[in-house]
């Protein structure tokens, strides 16, 4: 399952079903996806998060606001270790029972992150050079968190659905910024929207 929608190692592919497999048999018990969703995890999770990979530089220290059962971020993880690239991964995550979870995930998976379970408002900037957040807040209130988590010369990847332009309208009244929306190859009308040199107006 899975494998012809990604072009990765088979060690790769066995650790990304691994972590599937592991939220399927969490969140049952503390809702890490929803439910019509775990029907069809790998393409509507996994692959949607590999894509947010693709588009990501290839080294720096990769921050993910509400990180939840680890989307992108532990997808991006395993990525980067299957390429060898040279990321540092940290996941902010309030819910506690989240965090356990994330830790499990990187423990069992034999990953490298740091995970912070408090509100992404009351922690010291993170200095992030990749800031990612999917399904977390529109799109004004990620540009905050970003002018606040990431560095100057940083990119921001926000995964959004359809109706990204009308907060892309709304974000311009606050902030300025460098935005490339990028199709999403996994759900029409989406896209990857990666944003760079943000200031406030
Ligand atoms: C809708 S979930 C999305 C999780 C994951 N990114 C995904 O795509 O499946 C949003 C997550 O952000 C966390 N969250 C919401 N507000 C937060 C805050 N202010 N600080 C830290 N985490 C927060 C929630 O606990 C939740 O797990």
Redesign the pocket.
């Known amino acids: 399952m899975g494998s012809v929608d990604l072009d990765v190692s088979r060690e790769t592919l066995q650790k990304l079903e691994a972590y599937r497999d592991l939220i399927l048999k969490w969140t049952g018990k503390i809702n890490?996806?929803s439910k019509p969703s775990q029907e069809d995890v790998w393409e509507r999770?996994i692959v949607d998060s590999a894509q947010v990979f693709a588009h990501a530089p290839a080294s720096g220290h990769w921050v993910?606001?509400?990180?939840?059962?680890g989307?992108?971020i532990i997808v991006a993880s395993i990525m980067s270790q299957g390429v060898g690239a040279d990321h540092r991964f940290t996941m902010?995550?309030?819910?506690q029972r989240?965090a356990v979870f994330l830790r499990t995930a990187l423990r069992e998976l034999s990953l490298e992150g740091t995970v912070i379970s408090?509100?992404?408002?009351k922690i010291a900037t993170l200095e992030a050079d990749i800031l990612s957040?999917?399904?977390?807040?529109d799109l004004p209130t990620l540009l905050g968190f970003a002018s606040v988590h990431m560095k100057k010369d940083g990119t921001a990847l926000f995964p959004k659905g359809e109706g990204w332009r009308k907060e892309e309208k709304l974000a311009q009244n606050h902030w300025s910024y460098n935005c490339e929306p990028i199709s999403s190859t996994t759900h029409n009308q989406a896209v990857v929207l990666r944003i760079k040199d943000i200031s406030r107006v």
Do not use: M, T
């Not at 408090?118 to 408002?121: G, M, S």
């Not at 957040?133 to 807040?137: D, G, P």
């Open positions: 890490l996806i999770h993910d606001l509400g990180s939840g059962g989307l992108p902010v995550e309030s819910d989240k408090d509100r992404i408002e957040a999917r399904a977390l807040a």
